[in-house]
């Protein structure tokens, strides 16, 4: 295999004939790229080469479950996928059209050893990628992405015979199957099902119906234009889209699903949202009443409540804050034996008995029924009111590039540390002490927090910030923490605010 190349000019014969991948597409935990602006076909074979020859290098059966989400091109990203992985020996097995917590499922229904998923998951229609992983239910992580990058950027993917192609029809309902087991509803449920034209509307809609529960449709309708908005729960947009068809129908609730169906966002029967973070504060209360002393694990953007939540305390639960990313929050659940991880974007790992340690936001769309079940008598607004109050942002991403970003993260971090160091504070509230684990959390004395992190999926900053004693004091925060991060020229604006 020979080198790809960063960049080939489209509407040329190179650009339908040699390897094209820009190597800011290795991420953290997956892949993904613009497509065809950083990726062209040839680009995807020679990574589905050099995935294959990454399994055989570490001994993995030479067999892959591979699916795709609902864009229109990913059907043509995944056929060039599998033609790399065949020729790297590899015996493929076709799910067809899938979701990502599907694709997964599958390597458990199949007893597969490895799993391929072409997704661009919430990012918005124009990119593509890849999740992957060899041992389930964990996917990539660092490890094994550099790895992979190596391979593939230095043309070290290797040929070999015994490739083989297999379509394997019946998943989807296998997928539903298993979801719903022998749990019915028996209180009234009106939901609204938001799935932003994405691929979660061939799954969500009949899944509600099989637990019993009345579907307000919105946007249901699969449709890979994404005619209204890009399928992201974590987005206002669709937040707000989702709050104002619960008022306008009087739902119980809505629950809403991104593109690949990995992540769920939940909207109360008042028509407020609920961040992510807040309804695992809401689940883990809910469970810790059926599994007391078990650990949750949540990531550094998330609410400071599953620590210092005294009902969570009462039952002995155990808090631990970890990297965010998908991959991180699998593989820090599976090593400490906990329930169930929580990140505030709106992925949820549940682990056994409630899952099998994957992100599917589906499974949590079930578990949240099952909370309302067990609960005749609240509404999700209620069970939000008994949460200690906190005033939080929304995740805000101002602009940075893939290749500045880190250096860039880098000195905000020193200048954080130097300022906790000398007795600083942020928004009046002296700085206590600094988690680096995965960017800067700069908590304060009263247990106020702000977040600055990198991205792993896009050419942003990531920022947060949390407090526990009113809405001013929370702008305040973020308007310190914003002028450190503002020293940085390379930083542009936000994605969005508060």
């Known amino acids: 295999m020979t080198r790809p190349h960063p960049e080939v000019a489209q509407n040329s014969w190179s ?24 990726i062209n076909l040839p680009g995807i074979t020679a990574l589905g080469l050099g995935l294959g020859t990454q399994m055989h290098r570490r001994g993995i059966r030479p067999e892959i479950v591979v699916g795709n989400d609902y864009r229109d091109y990913s059907l043509s990203i995944k056929n060039a996928l599998m033609l790399g992985l065949m020729q790297a020996g590899i015996h493929v097995r076709d799910i067809g059209p899938a979701l990502s917590p599907m694709a997964y499922f599958a390597q458990f229904h199949l007893d597969a050893p490895a799993v391929a998923m072409v997704t661009a998951s919430h990012n918005p229609n124009g990119w593509t990628g890849v999740k992957m992983g060899f041992d389930r239910p964990l996917t990539h992580g660092p490890d094994e992405m550099d790895e992979l990058r190596q391979i593939v950027l230095n043309g070290e993917g290797q040929p070999r ?3 083989s192609y297999e379509f394997v029809d019946g998943l989807r309902e296998a997928y539903l199957d298993d979801l719903v087991g022998d749990f019915r509803m028996t209180r009234p449920l009106k939901v609204v099902c938001a799935t932003g034209n994405g691929t979660a509307s061939a799954f969500a809609p ?8 009345e579907v307000v449709a919105l946007h249901n309708e699969l449709d890979y234009t994404f005619p209204n908005y890009n399928p992201n729960p974590e987005a206002m947009e669709m937040l707000h889209d989702m709050a104002a068809a619960v008022r306008a129908n009087g739902a119980d609730l809505a629950l809403g699903f991104d593109g690949d169906g990995d992540r769920c966002g939940v909207v109360d029967d008042e028509g407020e949202e609920i961040f992510a973070d807040k309804v695992g504060v809401i689940m883990a209360r809910d ?4 599994y007391p002393g078990a650990t949750f694990v949540a990531d550094v953007k998330s609410t400071g409540l599953f620590a210092s939540d005294p009902e969570l305390k009462k039952h002995g639960i155990k808090a631990d804050y970890w990297k965010t990313g998908h991959s991180h929050m699998k593989r820090r659940v599976r090593d400490l034996g906990a329930l169930a991880g929580f990140e505030k974007s709106g992925h949820y790992f549940l682990a056994e008995p409630l899952g099998r340690g994957y992100d599917c936001g589906m499974r949590v769309a079930v578990e949240i029924c099952k909370l309302m079940e067990r609960n005749p008598d609240k509404s999700m607004s209620d069970l ?8 939080s942002t929304p995740t805000m991403s101002p602009f940075c590039k893939d290749t500045e970003k880190y250096e860039v993260l880098g000195r905000i971090v020193e200048r954080l540390e130097k300022r906790a160091a000398e007795g600083g504070s942020l928004g009046g509230r002296r700085i206590e002490g600094i988690v680096t684990v995965n960017g800067a959390r700069v908590i304060l004395e009263n247990g106020a927090w702000g977040l600055v992190r990198a ?3 896009t050419p942003n900053l990531v920022v947060v910030c949390e407090s526990p004693e009113s809405e001013d004091e929370l702008r305040a925060i973020f308007a310190d923490l914003d002028s450190v991060i503002r020293e940085e020229p390379a930083v542009g604006e936000y994605d969005q605010t508060f």
Do not use: C, H, Q
């Open 161 to 163: 015979a015994g490739g």
């Open 206 to 213: 009949e899944l509600f119906e099989r637990l019993g529960v």
């Open 287 to 290: 469970l810790a009443k059926l």
């Open 455 to 457: 991205s792993s999926n």
């Open 384 to 391: 939000k009111r008994a949460l200690p109050r906190t005033w």
């Open 15 to 38: 650009f339908l004939r040699d390897a094209m991948i820009a190597p800011t597409g290795f991420r953290e935990y997956d892949a993904r790229w613009k497509y065809p602006d950083e």
